[in-house]
């Protein structure tokens, strides 16, 4: 086989494991591990497509389309004094890191906007970044979490301002909710 320049994605190394497997000395979770190994990080997903950050947010509100979901009360209480166009990718996105949650292509990141996998400044996951369980946390748990968090974030000691004012609307809110 000759050497790949490029990354191979999840299905294109299936393919290859399937035909490595003929003789059935090696399972196909064994095989994928190696590859994983030999590719020297995990495999990417594709990123999620606009179809289906769509159609997730549109079964979420039980609509069959984007029409009715405008017409959706629910929604549209939801979304009062923004304005959104439902035509591109990007508008679908925002809605659905709102509604359904962080897509699989935003999950491990690393950088000054990232706690625990994702991006603060896009995803307004409060629990998951506070690494809390929404059942069981107290107020008191939330002040902790975010006091270690705010240690690390705080404009003063070289955090984003952005982040640590996410932090602190994120702190607020759940202390309210718990109320």
Same mark, same amino acid.
């Given at each position: ?8 994605? =999840? ?82 996105? =925002? ?12 999950? /491990? ?48 000691? /070289? ?21």
């Amino acid at each position: 086989m000759a050497p790949r320049r490029k990354r191979l994605s =999840k299905p294109q190394v299936m393919e290859l494991i399937t035909q490595l497997r003929r003789d059935d000395l090696w399972t196909d979770e064994v095989l994928f591990d190696f590859a994983q190994k030999v590719n020297g990080a995990p495999f990417s997903e594709p990123p999620m497509t606009a179809a289906q950050a769509k159609s997730a947010v549109l079964l979420k509100f039980g609509c069959r389309n984007a029409l009715e979901l405008r017409k959706d009360k629910t929604f549209m209480m939801s979304m009062t004094g923004e304005t959104f166009a439902l035509r591109s990718r990007e508008d679908w996105m =925002k809605l659905y890191r709102r509604w359904i949650g962080v897509p699989p292509e935003e999950t /491990g990141r690393i950088g000054p906007t990232c706690i625990n996998g994702i991006d603060v400044l896009e995803n307004n996951r409060p629990w998951h970044i506070f690494g809390l369980d929404s059942n069981t946390a107290s107020k008191e748990d939330v002040k902790k979490a975010f006091k270690a968090l705010a240690k690390l974030h705080h404009p003063d000691t /070289g955090g984003d301002p952005r982040v640590f004012q996410r932090l602190h609307i994120m702190k607020d809110s759940l202390i309210a909710l718990m109320d």
